[in-house]
């Protein structure tokens, strides 16, 4: 924060505004901080990346599943139907503890309540490690506009280096939400997978569906003009799976498949989101969605969420799964490298479900 002592930082020259949100760890957060009263124009978005709110049908919702009983035949074809019809869904009873929950909330809120110094060491120039960094917009380097957000990103490599790397603030409480998601992952995988007629993980598919993991500390601050910019951009994920803890204020909205509508996914206690990510549409052959979401900007609270990616490794090749074509099917994707795959995401600004094209076959 600023006291009036300290000359206010120049916000009216786009290069100086932007190293303050961007370089120098302030974030949108620090600038939201100054109670600006418009949006700078280097946050204004162009109409048709905005939400338009009149292709929001409000009485639709992606499913909502309890998970208390997972073996329930009838419970495997919910999720495995939501995945193909939705590709988004709200799971309850899900084993992740509340407790585990409400920690990371509280953790996220407490990294970005560090001062901006203390954040500044986790940008990606000053991070002693290349697994976490914290960042503005989504790629701030190459989106002409930005986005209305800040991130800490971080990419899981072990206990040890996250006990090194991870900020200490946050760390304790992120490791135990990834591991208390552990068998929650791996049941929703078995299930999705018995529909491709694939009855078991193992040492062979077990890597390839969720061999890495990054996990994201969302924080979308209160926006003077959240009309005119976005939180995030549409978007698919680039995961297998993607678990998302959403805190109660709201802003997230989906695709309805094959139609230019979207739902809301409102906040509902002790919920997660479960969203199927590109790789997983590609393994499935197209059968199991990734579905372009975005979050729009809110004008009267901050915002959190916690999104754990589950992913193939970098190193794994990906492609539809031999039992996905047992029938003569037609692949409808090549084999990529994943870490290519991955490296085409992080190229290009959010825009839409366009990551895919880079695997069509
Ligand atoms: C993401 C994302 C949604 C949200 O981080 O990829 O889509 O609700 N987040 O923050
Ligand atoms: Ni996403």
């Not at 709110?53 to 909502?64: A, D, F, N, T």
């Not at 084993?95 to 309540?113: H, I, N």
């Not at 998302?244 to 979207?262: A, C, F, M, P």
Request: proline content about 6%; aromatic content about 8%.
């Amino acid at each position: 924060m600023f006291d009036h002592l300290m000359a206010p930082p120049p916000l009216t020259d786009p290069h100086e505004l932007k190293a303050f949100v961007v370089d120098e760890g302030h974030g949108v957060k620090g600038l939201a901080e100054l109670k600006i009263k418009s949006l700078p124009a280097l946050f204004i978005q162009p109409l048709e990346k905005r939400l338009d709110m009149s292709k929001v049908v409000p009485h639709e919702s992606i499913p909502v599943i309890d998970m208390s009983n997972s073996e329930d035949p009838e419970v495997e074809q919910r999720i495995c139907d939501a995945a193909e019809n939705w590709g988004f869904f709200q799971i309850v009873n899900h084993g992740v503890p509340a407790s585990v929950l409400e920690d990371v909330k509280e953790a996220t809120r407490r990294f970005f309540d560090l001062r901006a110094d203390e954040k500044k060491k986790y940008l990606f120039k000053n991070s002693r490690t290349k697994n976490v960094r914290l960042v503005t917009s989504f790629i701030p380097e190459v989106d002409k506009v930005l986005e209305w957000k800040d991130y800490l990103s971080c990419f899981y490599v072990s206990d040890d280096e996250a006990m090194a790397y991870w900020p200490s603030v946050c760390r304790d409480q992120v490791l135990e939400y990834m591991n208390k998601s552990e068998s929650l992952i791996k049941r929703l995988l078995e299930v999705l997978m018995k529909r491709l007629g694939i009855s078991e993980l193992n040492e062979t598919n077990e890597p390839i569906l969720k061999g890495s993991r990054r996990i994201n500390l969302n924080y979308y601050p209160v926006c003077p003009n959240p009309e005119l910019t976005v939180g995030v951009g549409g978007h698919s994920d680039v995961s297998t799976l993607t678990v998302l803890l959403q805190d109660e204020i709201g802003g997230l909205y989906v695709r309805k498949l094959h139609s230019e509508n979207w739902v809301h996914v409102p906040p509902i206690k002790g919920c997660l989101t479960i969203n199927i990510g590109d790789a997983l549409q590609i393994m499935s052959n197209g059968r199991y969605k990734s579905i372009e979401h975005q979050v729009v900007a809110n004008g009267h609270e901050n915002r959190i969420s916690v999104p754990i990616f589950v992913n193939p490794r970098p190193s794994d090749v990906i492609g539809p799964l031999r039992e996905t074509m047992r029938r003569g099917e037609k692949g409808l994707y090549k084999q990529v490298l994943y870490s290519d795959y991955v490296k085409h995401f992080y190229r290009k600004s959010h825009n839409g479900k366009d990551t895919i094209d880079f695997a069509k076959a």
